[in-house]
């Protein structure tokens, strides 16, 4: 799809929260989704609109206007427009077809098919436009759920899956206005590991929790009792020197 409609001042009213390159980022990836027609992938995300050193700005945008599937990132508005523009195509070719005594499947010999005309009716793409489907901000009192920790040890193991909520909640909490609204926040979180800003695992947590137990004794504490049997007893007049020094004091 090489159009779509673009509504100058809704745009800006829904987006003005942005940074400079979050703008960037959020135009170019409707151009990319339009262009292709099909989800955006998961990774390389940045790459594939030419912004793989602002891979945070990127996974920003995306986490606001865009749903994580199994596919990759889709906007359902725009899907909605690729499907009507698709429709109007299709009904421009009947019509032409018509007009032209061709047959209702046959190839319209009239001139390109006219791109759909803009109205003030048109929406910004956003996700919270869609009564049906509101936004929410995390909660300041939200435990780490068991889900969210399994798939941060399944995707990725090196991570310190506490740490990685901790530093996740904190972030997303203290955004102020309309960044800090997700409509699904797991898809957030999964994003959110991901990414290659979360704090790693310590090696010394991995080896405590990965070296399995049994009962053989630990080998520090044998040494200090062999050390014990094998020290020599006090004198007694050692002893006896001792205890006057004591008394002295």
Not at 46 to 52: L, P, S, W
């Amino acid at each position: 799809m090489h159009y779509y409609q673009f509504h100058i001042g809704d745009y800006i009213s829904h987006t003005r929260h942005l940074s400079l390159m979050e703008d960037l980022a959020y135009r170019r990836l409707l151009d990319f989704y339009f262009l292709h027609e099909q989800p955006i992938k998961h990774r390389d995300a940045a790459r594939q609109i030419g912004m793989r050193e602002h891979e945070e700005d990127v996974m920003t945008v995306l986490n606001e206007f865009f749903i994580s599937t199994e596919d990759g990132f889709v906007n359902p508005r725009a899907d909605k427009e690729i499907q009507q523009y698709k429709e109007f195509s299709e009904a421009g070719k009947r019509g032409a077809a018509k007009r032209w005594a061709k047959p209702p499947n046959g190839e319209a010999i009239s001139p390109p098919n006219a791109t759909p005309i803009a109205t003030n009716n048109h929406k910004p793409i956003t996700n919270n436009h869609k009564k049906e489907q509101r936004g929410s901000r995390l909660a300041n009192d939200l435990f780490f759920p068991k889900e969210w920790e399994q798939f941060c040890v399944e995707q990725r193991p090196e991570l310190n899956p506490a740490k990685t909520f901790d530093q996740f909640k904190d972030y997303w909490i203290s955004q102020a206005g309309q960044k800090g609204v997700k409509l699904d926040w797991f898809a957030t979180w999964r994003n959110w590991v991901r990414s290659t800003n979360a704090p790693k695992q310590n090696p010394a947590d991995i080896a405590r929790v990965t070296v399995p137990m049994d009962n053989r004794p630990d080998p520090a504490l044998e040494k200090i009792k062999d050390d014990a049997k094998r020290a020599a007893p006090i004198p007694l007049e050692v002893l006896a020197k001792m205890a006057a020094l004591r008394a002295k004091a």
